[in-house]
């Protein structure tokens, strides 16, 4: 299964939602973001020397650290070595390879994104309950619709109570998780850590696995 | 002879249906709904999408594609969910798809393709199908011989995500966020033994030799959490920060401590300065640069990293196949191949920039020359 997680705006938590689900699904996290990479990087072959085919998609995995991980690099010179349509391929054989992937898409609607839905068997959409991240959500999801990578579950993130959810479950077409504020969620994604490892008592870890079950569940019959 | 699958899937509280359609001959088919309760059918915009209208769904489908709808229901799934009531011959003219959907046609580049009749569009783009010259169904008609976008498509429709090369400064600077190469490809004690043939020549070679050797055929995963055993990977990772730990105590100690117990690598004559700093990037940049370059001539220092990355491999294989002890490494050979190719590239560049270079600097300095 390639799962493409996705929201349009930038900074609403797409990167938190890839990490932190790759963790629940046992999944290899790709960091599709050729520009500007935030998944925790370190040393070793990365997206941009596949792209640039210097190192083979499953040697540039990192498997090291709690989630195993394909980082982006951080150069711009980098950046504009690769080339940006072997991220299928690379993808593929990485799910090919590892059985599940978490594709985390950048923000805006630019190739890149598309590229990651394309190659996706399904989709999630991480958006803020704010006017301008919903707007974008809209966008995204239709480009979703368009690339087949069929939206299996939207995350509220730094959702409240207030919230809602039943409007944006029916606007977007699909059921909306929750994922409250929390400051343990940040922590852990700057500590390069899953939230269920560093406070799994959390709501917001228990959404995260909610969220994983909801995909785990729709993802059978979501292959293309 | 008309088929109708489907599959149901209950979720949180919505039972979403999904209809396939396929049929012998190019046929007009009507589905109904045989679940008790509300149709919500697919919307654009908030209207029904095309082909729908009251709980019956429209379309035409042909051998080779199959016909495609969903839509969801409050109530529990039935079986079937949904039956064909209507089923007629449909013309060669009749776009294939859901009644009322617009037709798209392909323009002249073949990638995008734009609406050309209608509103309350179902689609922006093919994002690279292929049409075959045929008016493609714009919505839910899915060729079953493969066509699917593709990603050049998508680049074309989407734009192209990489930054623009021109707008990208050459990464001159070491402390540029290429430092995670650049920078730790300085770090390595900088295979001095094959560039600087110096007094230090054979204390450095064997230095070389252990950390190259080791580097260049040490499956980074086996030994630390740094799957690098390749190219950038190959000497980035392993001198930078796992690597210290270990290899330099055991293949590069002598070398760590050589330095050390000189003290500055100033001290040093200028050949041995590239294998005795390892820590100041410039300074072995400097000492790299030296056998190749005028002493004036700057070189930009991840060049020459690369460079110096590119003869630190070869040399490892050299070696290797000169001991004739163990087998090629596959990874090297591999990297070795791609340093092949990348330098091959480079050197035309290099080439034509050299001979633009000189044509310049002989216009400078002679003027009355013409520039030539």
Same mark, same amino acid.
């Given at each position: 299964?390639?799962? /493409?997680?996705?929201? &349009?705006?930038?900074?609403?938590?797409?990167?938190?939602?890839?990490?932190?689900?790759?963790?629940?699904?046992?999944?290899?996290?790709?960091?599709?973001?050729?520009?500007?990479?935030?998944?925790?990087?370190?040393?070793?072959?990365?997206?941009?020397?596949?792209?640039?085919?210097?190192?083979?998609?499953?040697?540039?995995?990192?498997?090291?650290?709690?989630?195993?991980?394909?980082?982006?690099?951080?150069?711009?010179?980098?950046?504009?070595?690769?080339?940006?349509?072997?991220?299928?391929?690379?993808?593929?054989?990485?799910?090919?390879?590892? &059985?599940?992937?978490?594709?985390?898409?950048?923000?805006?609607?630019?190739?890149?994104?598309?590229l &990651?839905?394309?190659?996706?068997?399904?989709?999630?959409?991480?958006?803020?309950?704010?006017?301008?991240?919903?707007?974008?959500?809209?966008? /995204?999801?239709?480009?979703?619709?368009?690339?087949?990578? &069929?939206?299996?579950?939207?995350?509220?993130?730094?959702?409240?109570e207030?919230?809602p959810?039943?409007?944006?479950?029916n606007?977007?077409?699909?059921?909306?998780?929750?994922?409250?504020?929390?400051?343990?969620?940040?922590?852990?994604?700057?500590?390069?850590?899953?939230?269920?490892?560093?406070?799994?008592?959390?709501?917001?870890?228990a959404?995260?696995?909610?969220?994983?079950?909801?995909?785990?569940?729709?993802?059978?019959?979501t292959?293309? | 002879?008309?088929? *109708?699958?489907?599959?149901?899937?209950?979720?949180?509280?919505?039972?979403?249906?999904?209809?396939?359609?396929?049929?012998?001959?190019?046929?007009?088919?009507?589905?109904?709904n045989?679940?008790?309760?509300?149709?919500?059918?697919?919307?654009?915009?908030?209207?029904?999408?095309?082909?729908?209208?009251?709980?019956?769904?429209?379309?035409?489908?042909?051998?080779?594609?199959?016909?495609? $709808?969903?839509?969801?229901?409050?109530?529990?799934?039935t079986?079937?969910?949904?039956? =064909?009531?209507?089923?007629?011959?449909?013309?060669?003219?009749?776009?294939?798809?859901?009644?009322?959907?617009?037709?798209?046609?392909?323009? $002249?580049?073949?990638?995008?393709?734009?609406?050309?009749?209608?509103?309350?569009?179902?689609?922006?783009g093919?994002?690279?199908?292929?049409? @075959?010259?045929?008016?493609?169904?714009?919505?839910?008609?899915?060729?079953?011989?493969? %066509?699917?976008?593709?990603?050049?498509?998508?680049?074309?429709? *989407?734009?192209?995500?990489?930054?623009?090369?021109?707008?990208?400064?050459?990464?001159?600077?070491?402390?540029?966020?290429?430092?995670?190469?650049?920078?730790?490809?300085?770090?390595?004690?900088?295979?001095?033994?094959?560039?600087?043939?110096? +007094?230090?020549?054979?204390?450095?070679?064997?230095e070389? %030799?252990?950390?190259?050797?080791?580097?260049?055929?040490?499956?980074?995963?086996?030994?630390?959490?740094?799957?690098?055993?390749?190219?950038?990977?190959?000497?980035?990772?392993?001198?930078?920060?796992?690597?210290?730990?270990?290899?330099?105590?055991?293949?590069?100690?002598?070398?760590?401590?050589?330095?050390?117990?000189?003290?500055?690598? =100033?001290?040093?004559?200028?050949? %041995?300065?590239?294998?005795?700093?390892? @820590?100041?990037?410039?300074?072995?940049?400097?000492?790299?640069?030296?056998?190749?370059?005028?002493?004036? *001539?700057?070189?930009?220092?991840?060049?020459?990293?690369?460079?110096?990355?590119?003869?630190?491999r070869?040399?490892? =294989?050299?070696?290797?196949?000169?001991?004739?002890?163990? +087998?090629?490494?596959?990874?090297?050979?591999?990297?070795?191949?791609?340093?092949?190719?990348?330098?091959?590239?480079?050197?035309?560049?290099?080439?034509? *920039?050299?001979?633009?270079?000189?044509?310049?600097?002989?216009?400078?300095?002679?003027?009355?020359?013409?520039?030539?």
């Amino acid at each position: 299964m390639i799962l /493409a997680v996705v929201g &349009g705006k930038g900074g609403v938590g797409k990167s938190t939602v890839a990490y932190n689900l790759g963790a629940h699904l046992d999944a290899v996290v790709v960091d599709a973001d050729l520009a500007m990479a935030d998944l925790p990087g370190g040393r070793g072959p990365d997206l941009h020397d596949v792209l640039a085919g210097r190192a083979t998609p499953v040697e540039a995995v990192r498997e090291g650290g709690p989630v195993a991980m394909l980082p982006c690099g951080r150069s711009l010179a980098g950046a504009r070595a690769c080339k940006p349509t072997d991220l299928v391929d690379a993808v593929e054989t990485v799910g090919d390879a590892y &059985g599940r992937v978490v594709v985390d898409c950048p923000a805006g609607m630019s190739g890149d994104v598309g590229l &990651g839905l394309l190659v996706a068997d399904a989709c999630v959409l991480v958006t803020t309950p704010t006017p301008a991240a919903l707007g974008d959500a809209l966008r /995204a999801r239709a480009l979703a619709r368009e690339l087949d990578a &069929g939206l299996v579950a939207v995350v509220l993130n730094r959702g409240t109570e207030t919230v809602p959810t039943e409007t944006i479950a029916n606007r977007l077409g699909a059921p909306v998780t929750v994922v409250p504020e929390d400051p343990a969620v940040a922590n852990a994604q700057a500590a390069g850590v899953p939230v269920a490892t560093t406070a799994p008592e959390t709501p917001a870890a228990a959404a995260f696995d909610d969220l994983a079950d909801a995909i785990e569940r729709a993802a059978p019959s979501t292959r293309r | 002879m008309v088929t *109708l699958d489907w599959e149901t899937d209950r979720t949180d509280g919505v039972t979403l249906v999904r209809l396939y359609v396929t049929a012998e001959g190019r046929r007009r088919v009507r589905i109904e709904n045989r679940i008790e309760g509300p149709v919500w059918p697919p919307r654009e915009e908030g209207q029904p999408a095309a082909g729908w209208d009251d709980g019956t769904f429209e379309g035409v489908v042909a051998p080779g594609h199959r016909l495609v $709808a969903g839509y969801a229901t409050p109530e529990p799934p039935t079986d079937p969910p949904a039956e =064909v009531v209507d089923d007629d011959p449909a013309g060669a003219e009749t776009p294939l798809g859901p009644v009322g959907a617009e037709a798209v046609e392909t323009d $002249a580049s073949g990638g995008r393709a734009t609406a050309t009749d209608g509103s309350g569009g179902t689609t922006t783009g093919t994002f690279g199908r292929h049409d @075959n010259g045929d008016r493609a169904a714009s919505g839910p008609t899915e060729p079953l011989d493969g %066509d699917e976008p593709t990603p050049e498509g998508v680049v074309r429709s *989407l734009g192209d995500p990489v930054v623009p090369r021109e707008a990208v400064p050459v990464p001159d600077v070491l402390e540029d966020p290429a430092g995670q190469e650049n920078g730790s490809r300085d770090e390595p004690e900088p295979g001095p033994g094959h560039d600087t043939p110096s +007094d230090g020549e054979s204390s450095l070679t064997q230095e070389d %030799d252990s950390p190259g050797l080791r580097k260049d055929d040490s499956p980074g995963p086996d030994e630390d959490d740094s799957p690098a055993p390749r190219e950038d990977g190959s000497t980035a990772p392993f001198s930078d920060e796992t690597a210290p730990a270990s290899s330099e105590t055991a293949g590069g100690s002598g070398e760590r401590s050589v330095e050390t117990e000189d003290g500055a690598p =100033v001290e040093k004559p200028a050949g %041995d300065e590239a294998g005795t700093t390892p @820590n100041r990037a410039g300074l072995s940049l400097e000492g790299m640069a030296q056998p190749q370059t005028d002493a004036e *001539l700057v070189v930009p220092g991840p060049v020459r990293a690369w460079l110096r990355d590119v003869d630190r491999r070869l040399a490892a =294989v050299e070696r290797r196949q000169a001991a004739e002890t163990t +087998d090629p490494d596959p990874t090297v050979q591999i990297a070795v191949a791609g340093d092949r190719r990348a330098l091959a590239s480079v050197a035309d560049r290099v080439e034509t *920039l050299v001979g633009r270079a000189q044509a310049v600097e002989h216009g400078a300095t002679d003027p009355d020359d013409g520039g030539r």
